[in-house]
């Protein structure tokens, strides 16, 4: 967070969902094409109060309670977006955006590419992950390597309060769709947002904890699994380099790759199932770029290849944990004796 | 044929028999040049429906938009895009509309209002709502959007979805139908039991209209009134346009499973034919005129197609243009 100016009274502190809330006033007050569609987000502020204030702000036009109806009010976003407004359509459960899909996958992100850059799609999906909350199996899956799989999206996954507010900003000025997807059990967590106006730009990597030993790449909620992790290892002499990507696509492999050379070790992170995953993704692109720096294979910590069940203790076994984090870096660091400590 | 008391003058109604000219020549041209294969993929010629296009946007002003579907070339060449680009798009050159990218199914060009065809049948109904929704209450502008879509669209979810959500919004926009009775072989009675999809319009609590999509002045004045609804903020209209497709589903698709005797039938009917009939009859114009009519049409058409094969193919290279729109992370070698 060595963006954030440090105060006397310290930096102003906020929570995840607040910070995004505060990225949605902002950018409607600065752009009067900026609209927002989704299930409960007008008079209720959405059901986790990150549309909050808005309806009352901005009028009916602009923030739309929308009947159920996903597909609907995703082809609402791209069709706004069409003619020069620029849509945040919210999704109450990101799991729903299976029922958006064609217009997400087919229209949003080819619309420009079959127009020959005739057209361009200023158009926000986003909602949240709830896994790790105990909705089972069709609320808690985390879809982020569908989108990055088609080309023409963007895809973001914030881990902090300040990182969700400037990234947010920049997905809704961004010509280009964007999928957005927010971590349930983050949306409480507080971190420090500055007061005066800022912007995260897509696909610049945060290096979240320096060290020399191991690369662990992770973003949201794995985000902070990983640190937890790291500060564990610290006191036993690992110096675990903590990398958040912050975008998922276009993913700053440069940053992952320069922090690899300097480790030679890499650990990916992810929520997501394994299968054709996004920790695979990231290893594959660090293969391509820095596989001459690579003194490990490379280790994937994620959910297991299921659904997510129900019950809190098979839950658990399916998501990453820490212990789990913890024991990929002891994988790629086997071998080595850990000077110091 | 609607009362010639209520009809545009002259000079308005030949501009409609010359557009349906346009749409016809066109489609008959280009499945000629995917026998010739100058034109790969496909081609859904519009053949017969020719009426409806033109009809409903003869009623549209310069600030009013579409959205169209697979069987699209109708719908441009009524909303006034040029021949010559849709001619070289459709033939894969640099010089279409979408620089060879986006073919028959595709073409897109906002300057005429044309929000793009769209090869996903039903995928764009409620992108016409919320591009009618932005462009009146969001951006304050008259504009009313006119969704094309077929008989078989109206039994996808996101008919229903669309629907609802133009009503609630009390979007300007008016969803036509193009009923021509068949998918590729399977006829609108074996996919729905009604017997007009207008009637699923009260369900959504605005007005269905049945019009016949074989006459051009009929077509107008539905969908006059339908635009003037929309653009007094009453919300939307469903226009279903009885019609047929005279060629087959496709330029690519040989077998055609439709009795010979029902379009023969619909063959008498055809929407050119009696219009110009018409034009003759209550409006007193010329044979030689209507000849000339189609034959400047052809001409036009014949100009589009040498156009086309003047514009270059696009080069090796251009395929990974327009992904993306210029931002502050496209810079080379950021792409990822």
């Known amino acids: ?341 | 044929m609607a009362d010639p008391a209520v009809s545009p003058d002259l000079a308005a109604l030949e501009e409609l028999l010359l557009q349906m000219w346009r749409i016809r020549a066109f489609e008959l041209r280009a499945m000629e040049l995917f026998e010739e294969k100058l034109i790969r993929g496909s081609v859904h010629p519009y053949v017969g429906m020719e009426a409806i296009a033109v009809g409903v946007c003869s009623a549209l002003g310069p600030g009013d938009y579409i959205t169209s579907t697979h069987r699209g070339h109708g719908h441009c060449i009524a909303k006034g895009l040029e021949l010559r680009l849709m001619m070289a798009e459709i033939m894969g050159r640099r010089g279409g509309y979408c620089r060879g990218k986006g073919g028959s199914m595709h073409i897109t060009a906002m300057e005429h209002g044309m929000l793009g065809a769209d090869a996903v049948v039903g995928g764009s109904l409620a992108i016409a709502v919320g591009a009618a929704h932005g462009l009146s209450r969001v951006q304050g502008r008259d504009s009313v959007v006119v969704a094309f879509f077929g008989d078989g669209a109206a039994n996808q979810g996101l008919f229903h979805e669309a629907a609802n959500l133009a009503a609630v919004l009390s979007a300007p926009v008016v969803f036509v139908c193009e009923n021509n009775q068949w998918a590729i072989s399977t006829p609108v009675a074996a996919a729905t039991r009604i017997e007009n999809i207008a009637d699923r319009a009260p369900g959504y609590g605005f007005p269905g209209v049945v019009a016949d999509g074989n006459d051009v002045l009929d077509m107008r004045r539905v969908a006059g009134e339908a635009v003037a609804r929309a653009r007094a903020g009453e919300g939307p209209t469903l226009i279903e346009a009885k019609s047929f497709r005279i060629t087959p589903h496709s330029a690519a698709t040989k077998t055609d499973l439709r009795p010979p005797e029902l379009l023969d039938e619909w063959r008498r009917r055809d929407p050119i034919l009696r219009f110009s009939r018409y034009l003759a009859d209550e409006a007193g114009v010329e044979p030689a005129r209507l000849d000339e009519l189609e034959a400047q049409a052809r001409r036009e058409i014949e100009e589009a197609v040498e156009f086309a094969l003047a514009s270059p193919r696009p080069e090796p290279g251009e395929e990974i243009e327009d992904v993306y729109a210029p931002s502050t992370w496209t810079t080379p070698g950021r792409l990822a």
Request: hydrophobic share 45%; proline share 6%.
């Open chain 1, 1 to 341: 967070m060595r963006e954030v100016p440090e105060t006397a009274a310290g930096p102003r502190e906020l929570t995840l969902a607040e910070a995004l809330n505060e990225a949605l006033h902002e950018e409607m007050a600065r752009d009067p094409g900026v609209f927002v569609i989704g299930e409960d987000i007008g008079e209720l502020g959405g059901l986790f109060q990150v549309t909050a204030g808005l309806l009352e702000r901005f009028g009916p036009a602009r923030v739309i309670d929308s009947p159920i109806s996903e597909a609907g009010i995703a082809g609402v976003g791209v069709g706004g977006a069409l003619v020069g407004c620029r849509p945040v359509v919210e999704l109450q459960i990101s799991d729903f955006i299976t029922l958006t899909m064609d217009q997400v996958v087919n229209h949003a992100a080819k619309w420009r590419y079959m127009s020959g850059g005739r057209v361009s799609v200023p158009f926000v999906i986003r909602g949240p992950v709830t896994s790790g909350t105990g909705l089972a199996a069709q609320h808690g899956q985390t879809l982020e390597a569908w989108f990055v799989h088609v080309p023409g999206l963007i895809v973001i996954m914030p881990s902090t309060p300040y990182d969700a507010k400037g990234l947010l900003k920049s997905a809704i000025r961004e010509d280009n769709p964007v999928v957005l997807l927010e971590k349930r059990l983050l949306y409480g967590r507080r971190g420090p947002v500055p007061e005066e106006e800022y912007l995260v730009p897509i696909g610049v990597a945060d290096v979240k904890r320096e060290g020399r030993d191991v690369t662990v790449v992770a973003y949201a909620q794995g985000l902070h699994l990983a640190l937890q992790a790291a500060r564990q290892l610290a006191r036993e002499g690992i110096e675990v380099e903590v990398i958040d990507p912050r975008t998922l696509k276009p993913l700053d492999v440069d940053a992952i790759a320069e922090s690899v050379r300097k480790t030679g070790r890499l650990v990916v992170v992810s929520e997501g199932a394994r299968a054709g995953g996004y920790a695979s993704e990231v290893v594959a692109r660090v293969v391509d770029e820095a596989w001459d720096a690579l003194q490990a294979a490379p280790v994937r910590v994620t959910a297991n290849d299921t659904p997510i069940p129900y019950a809190a203790g098979l839950e658990r076994e399916v998501l990453p944990q820490a212990e789990d984090i913890i024991a990929g870096i002891a994988a790629v660091m086997q071998g080595v004796s850990v000077e110091g400590g």
